[in-house]
């Protein structure tokens, strides 16, 4: 039996990854919650010496991104230090390491989906906190799967956020005024449930081929076409208005284009279409 241990699991993709893994008796997850490990404050070196594994996926992360502007420290402690530490322990342990980090790597000056060889140029300290992650994973680690991933939403929402963007939509949609969403920054929505699949086909192939993957929903659209097609399967109809992000100041900068090309990860697990896993996740939330 494989035993993974799954850091994060209360999370929007960490209880996926546990829903995904429970069909399978031939591995175990050990789930490891903040109050185990705060990876902020506590030695994360003594905390996994304790504990007997194979793999690691940790899904823990700081990532309200304008609150990140705020705090820098705080990012590159749990974003950057602490996965720093866990890549050294699994070098010197001899354990795989999978971990998650984001399309707000990338500028947005693109136009076509951004490849694992694009060199990232994040514009806020959310984006800076989590590159420096990668690279202190790449110093220390061979055996490593970063997965970058965009726009989540996931059955438990987003511990960090509150909730998700689907859900924020339909409570908004409920109160019937008019609901106004950014239509100049384009990117891929993704279910979180895809993630959790494609990390389990990376462990049950037993896949070697280390490095980094794009990982989300195929397909690109704006925030005011995700909220068009969610209240289009939800057959709800809204006075729906299209603005520009520019209407809504925010601390930290976004790309205006961060859609990821899951080309190479299809090659093992085929990422599905946004909108197909969008019903999908209406489906399992019993909206539809
Ligand atoms: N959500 C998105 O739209 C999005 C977009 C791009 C990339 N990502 C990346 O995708 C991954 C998964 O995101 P998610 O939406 O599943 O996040 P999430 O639901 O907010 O889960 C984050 C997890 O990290 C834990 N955590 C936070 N600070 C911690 C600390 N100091 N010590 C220990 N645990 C701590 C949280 O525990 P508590 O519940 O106790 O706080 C929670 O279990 C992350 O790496 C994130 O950066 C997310």
């Not at 990668?134 to 726009?151: A, C, G, M, P, W």
């Amino acid at each position: 039996m494989k035993k993974i241990l799954l850091l994060g699991a209360n999370g929007q993709l960490g209880t996926d990854i546990c829903f995904v893994f429970s069909s399978f008796p031939q591995y175990k997850i050990i789930k490891v919650y903040r109050r185990d490990l705060d990876v902020e404050k506590n030695d994360i070196h003594s905390f996994l010496s304790q504990i007997e594994f194979d793999i690691i996926i940790n899904c823990t992360s700081y990532h309200k991104t304008d609150e990140c502007e705020d705090f820098p420290a705080k990012s590159l402690v749990i974003n950057s230090l602490a996965i720093g530490e866990i890549a050294k322990y699994c070098r010197e342990h001899d354990k795989v390491l999978f971990h998650f980090t984001t399309d707000y790597l990338f500028d947005g000056k693109k136009s076509q989906p951004y490849r694992e060889t694009d060199t990232p140029n994040p514009l806020n300290v959310y984006g800076i906190s989590k590159l420096t992650g990668e690279h202190f994973i790449k110093n220390h680690l061979d055996q490593y799967f970063i997965f970058r991933v965009s726009s989540l939403f996931g059955k438990a929402g987003a511990s960090g956020k509150g909730g998700n963007f689907v859900e924020t939509m339909i409570q908004l949609g409920k109160q019937g005024s008019t609901i106004k969403v950014v239509n100049d920054q384009v990117m891929s929505p993704t279910h979180t449930l895809e993630i959790a699949r494609a990390v389990f086909a990376f462990i049950d192939q037993d896949i070697q081929e280390y490095g980094v993957y794009h990982c989300s929903g195929e397909g690109e659209c704006s925030w005011y076409d995700f909220a068009k097609e969610i209240f289009d399967q939800l057959n709800m109809e809204i006075d729906l208005v299209p603005v520009s992000h520019s209407n809504y100041p925010a601390k930290a900068k976004r790309p205006s284009y961060s859609v990821l090309d899951n080309v190479k990860i299809n090659e093992i697990y085929q990422m599905e279409n946004w909108k197909n896993s969008l019903t999908e996740y209406l489906s399992r939330k019993g909206h539809l």
